[in-house]
């Protein structure tokens, strides 16, 4: 009778509960506007390419990378590649400043999210195009834009034989009132605060270079016991309102590792920034919010909420960790993220017949070879 008794009153605690945040996620309103429509991308014109590569000489491939951009230029008929290394103080912005003036038509980022985030800043509303090779951990723009993420001599011949299409960047400032700092900075993917930013931070060093993406999963399962905060939201110049969350997230595009689609409905190029506001409470919150993505349920659930706008705005009164596109950010106190539409040009596979919108990479023997060897005499 008495485990009974606990049992009713543990499910009774959870419903009301989620009630409880249902009603919560209810008082955040908002008019959806209508979705633009998205650009088509366009074939990479024929000729000679002034190309740049932006490389990150920290990364396991960064060796075979190099020779392989520089072999294929030179393959093309093409002049020698403009090579220029990441530094810890400069991750690639000025790098990419560099190569602009050197009139590059294409500059190639080779690492992960944080170096294609820093050479994007200095290409935004520039007519240079962004190559891309993954050479990093999540390699979340790679994903989202349905590059082979797993093929560098497959993304190569996207970046200098491909197709281009023009995508939106986000802009995000954070402050922290209680050190007077303020900084600005362009993320593509995701930026986050709360729980997700805790769990980047706080992933370890030798996971991640043994098991990759994985290595988050292992950081998640240790901070999944923590307590919600109370922070204050608008969208959009609305009045702020007030909710407690585990995490909020700022979407340009919504697809994570492994082949989660976290937020369905983001589109790249669409003039929007996607927020997703999650609020589990508990063990029972934590399954049914992982089921509605997993499973990618239509339907809704009292723990996830999503909405559009074009710019957010999120307070809260004690510092709280933050992440841009999968790496930390420091802790703030307050953030205003907005949509910098059609900001960045960006080499991408040409799209496959049908109405499915997916895109194709056409075979490459050659360069895959060529790739294969310089693996394996590396």
């Given amino acids: 009778m008495r485990r ?41 014109a024929e000729g000679m390419q002034r190309v740049a590569l932006v490389l990150n000489p920290s990364k396991l491939q960064a060796g ?6 520089e072999r294929s230029c030179s393959d093309a008929g093409w002049e020698p590649p403009l090579i220029l290394e990441t530094t810890v103080e400069d991750p690639g912005t000025g790098q990419a400043l560099r190569a602009l003036e050197a009139g590059a038509d294409v500059v190639v980022a080779a690492g992960g999210d944080g170096t294609v985030r820093a050479v994007a800043q200095a290409l935004a509303h520039r007519p240079a195009a962004l190559g891309l090779l993954p050479l990093g951990t999540g390699n979340l723009l790679v994903r989202n834009l349905g590059l082979p993420y797993h093929d560098i001599a497959g993304c190569l011949r996207i970046a200098l034989h491909g197709h281009e299409r023009r995508i939106d960047m986000a802009r995000i400032t954070l402050r922290n009132d209680q050190l007077g700092t303020s900084s600005e900075h362009p ?19 030798d ?18 016991p923590g307590r919600r905060r109370r922070i204050s939201i608008s969208l959009d110049g609305q009045p702020p309102q007030s909710r407690k969350v585990r995490s909020l997230l700022v ?8 082949g989660v689609d976290f937020v369905p409905n983001a589109v790249i190029d669409d003039g929007f920034l996607d927020v997703v506001v999650l609020s589990p409470r508990s063990l029972l919150g934590w399954t049914w919010m992982a089921a509605k993505i997993l499973l990618r349920h239509r339907g809704g659930t009292p723990v996830i909420s999503y909405y559009r706008a074009r710019e957010v705005t999120v307070w809260s009164g004690d510092p709280i960790a933050t992440q ?44 895959q070879r060529r790739w294969q060897r310089l693996v394996r005499r590396s």
Avoid at 64 to 69: D, F, K, M, N, S
Avoid at 346 to 360: K, L, M
């Fill in 187 to 205: 993320f593509l993917v995701m930026g986050g605060v709360g729980f997700d930013a805790s769990v980047v931070a706080d992933a370890k060093q």
């Fill in 251 to 258: 979407a340009n595009c919504g697809k994570l590792p492994a």
């Fill in 64 to 69: 075979v990378t190099r020779e392989l951009v």
């Fill in 324 to 367: 841009l596109d999968g790496d930390a950010a420091g802790a703030t106190t307050s953030m205003t993220a907005r949509v910098d539409p059609d900001a960045l040009m960006v080499r991408v596979p040409a799209p496959a017949p049908g109405p499915s919108g997916s895109t194709s990479v056409l075979p490459l023997p050659d360069l």
């Fill in 4 to 44: 009974k008794l606990l049992a009713g009153t543990a499910a009774a605690s959870a419903a009301a509960a989620s009630l409880q945040t249902y009603w919560s996620v209810r008082r955040l309103q908002q008019t959806r506007p209508p979705t633009a429509s998205v650009h088509e991308s366009l074939p990479v």
């Fill in 207 to 224: 996971l991640k270079e043994k098991f990759g993406w994985l290595a988050y999963s292992e950081a998640g399962v240790r901070h999944l």
